[in-house]
């Protein structure tokens, strides 16, 4: 199995991308695929007197991605190697997309066709090129080792979380997170005398790091910013309250250190659940007192209240039945104890059954039926009741059991020679 931009050999693996023949990723390129987007339309062909789209989508150090102009009517494919225009000199990256598809992602991202931010296409990187970008890219982690090792020493309250080379060698940007504002124009001179570069300071947030980054989150999946995830949303603890979910900041936190960003995934969902339900303030009349909300599952459209005198002790209630307490509440009546309201949603509730859409409820429907393993234990049933029955006949006729014992002691009968 390969790409269609990089074809295969005899054996089946593609050509380009080294991935020994699998190309699961969407894309060809080097590295993990952070942020990918698969080309539906990469087997459609254009109508005729249509031209290709000139600009290209290019990707670089984790999911880093910009936009470049193929002024030179080069002939390019998803998963190529290009030499593109950067300030200054020039940057080596893999084109992650192509075609129309590319108007979609600038319109995505609010990146006008004539944008003096879209830059040019020099040419297909020659194998100059990429010895160049390999071995600018083998000097980021001792980069990284020595520039945290500058920031302590300097004493900055600054974290160093990755540095990305330039593909000609001769630039470095260094991501940093800091909580407040940070002099660093003392770190800069130490780092270009130290590595003889230009470099380049950008402050990320949490958000954006773990997105550099990576990882695996709680759920045992890869993060959602560092695969598909791109506009980061803001996420407050009342998305945490709507759903139910206890305020812990260890389970609500993710890598990042701030809350999760799938606490918005279902947060519509359980809005629109909530609209039929009262709200948790209001107070239920009874005869026997006033009662409280304590908690509910909202799409059981179950609610637990409590009296205030007694609340050890909690009440189910379903919705209608809180609904319409609620309703005579507000005709000045007061309405039957919780218990009576009890009684009559656990009884609805133990009716529920589970059904099965193949109408088979056993989990062993499948397994070997199980005769031979009946009449086994049956046939040792029978061997220990006769053990059983021997041991109490023996101990209920201890005489007999003597006398068998005398019979067998018994010497045999001498002949008799006085008759001779």
Not at 164 to 176: C, H, L, P, V
Request: glycine content about 6%; overall charge positive.
């Amino acid at each position: 199995m390969a790409c269609g931009s990089c074809g295969t050999t005899e054996n089946g693996v593609p050509r380009g991308c080294k991935s020994n023949g699998n190309c699961g990723t969407g894309t060809c390129g080097s590295g993990s695929e952070k942020l990918a987007v698969f080309d539906w339309l990469s087997n459609m062909t254009l109508p005729s007197g249509q031209e290709q789209f000139q600009i290209f989508e290019v990707r670089f150090k984790n999911g880093r991605k910009h936009f470049f102009n193929n002024v030179n009517n080069l002939s390019l494919r998803i998963g190529d190697a290009v030499a593109v225009e950067s300030s200054p000199g020039h940057d080596v990256g893999n084109i992650s997309l192509a075609g129309e598809l590319v108007k979609v992602q600038m319109k995505k991202r609010n990146v006008p066709l004539d944008s003096p931010d879209i830059k040019k296409i020099y040419r297909k990187a020659s194998q100059k090129d990429i010895d160049i970008w390999q071995k600018a890219r083998d000097r980021e982690l001792e980069t990284q080792r020595i520039g945290r090792e500058i920031i302590q020493r300097l004493g900055l309250e600054m974290k160093l979380s990755d540095v990305e080379f330039q593909g000609d060698n001769n630039k470095a940007t260094f991501y940093y997170t800091a909580d407040g504002r940070v002099d660093f124009r003392q770190l800069i001179k130490d780092l270009a005398s130290e590595f003889s570069i230009r470099v380049e300071m950008k402050q990320v947030g949490a958000r954006q790091e773990a997105a550099r980054l990576g990882g695996v989150g709680s759920c045992g999946r890869e993060l959602c910013c560092s695969t598909w995830l791109t506009d980061f949303r803001k996420v407050t603890t009342s998305a945490a309250r709507y759903q139910q979910l206890s305020l812990n900041p260890s389970k609500l936190a993710g890598q990042c250190g701030k809350l999760k960003c799938c606490l918005n995934f279902e947060l519509d969902t359980y809005l629109d659940a909530l609209k039929s339900f009262p709200k948790q303030d209001v107070v239920l009349q009874t005869v026997n007192g006033n009662a409280v909300f304590v908690k509910m599952d909202i799409f059981k459209k179950h609610l637990w209240y409590t009296y205030k005198d007694e609340s050890f002790k909690w009440y189910l209630l379903t919705l209608d039945q809180v609904l319409e307490i609620i309703d005579l509440n507000k005709k000045n009546k007061k309405t039957a104890p919780l218990e009576e309201y009890e009684s009559d949603s656990v009884s609805a509730s133990d009716t529920l059954a589970f059904e099965d859409s193949a109408g088979e409820d056993s989990l062993t429907r499948f397994d070997t039926p199980k005769r031979r393993r009946k009449k086994r234990k049956k046939k040792k049933q029978n061997q220990e009741a006769k053990v059983i029955v021997k041991t109490t006949e023996k101990n209920q006729n201890p005489e007999g059991r003597s006398q068998r014992k005398n019979k067998k002691r018994r010497p045999k009968r001498r002949p008799n020679n006085d008759k001779n």
